[in-house]
């Protein structure tokens, strides 16, 4: 459980994510259970945590399996856009859904600065 202070602290670098062409972001549980997020909806809230999850795990196994070393981070590329996975230390995840387009570069590089920020929190 962490303190309201943390809360905070995870709620405002979970906005500073939210820049042109970010839609959401969530900081999950490995199990998917919210931690933090801008959606303000349960449900696409709930739907973010566990299908991030779920990718997180076959991510895992597939790098395992192939040799590749430990996971970094999992990017799934859909039409209209797409999510971004990466872990936070052992115990949470960090999911970014990006509209079509968007540079991924300026946000993989932002999401490593608040990875290493969040690590304290949670």
Do not use: C, W
């Amino acid at each position: 459980m962490t303190t309201a202070a943390a809360q905070d602290e995870i709620t405002h670098l979970l906005t500073s994510l939210k820049t042109n062409g970010v839609k959401s972001v969530a900081l999950t549980t490995l199990e998917g259970r919210s931690l933090g997020s801008t959606i303000v909806d349960a449900g696409p809230r709930f739907k973010l945590g566990a299908l991030s999850a779920a990718s997180l795990a076959i991510g895992t196994k597939a790098a395992g399996e192939l040799v590749l070393g430990g996971l970094d981070q999992v990017h799934i590329l859909a039409s209209d856009g797409s999510l971004l996975l990466t872990a936070v230390g052992h115990k949470a995840l960090l999911s970014v859904v990006l509209e079509r387009g968007v540079d991924f570069t300026s946000v993989i590089r932002d999401m490593k600065r608040v990875v290493s920020q969040l690590g304290s929190l949670v």
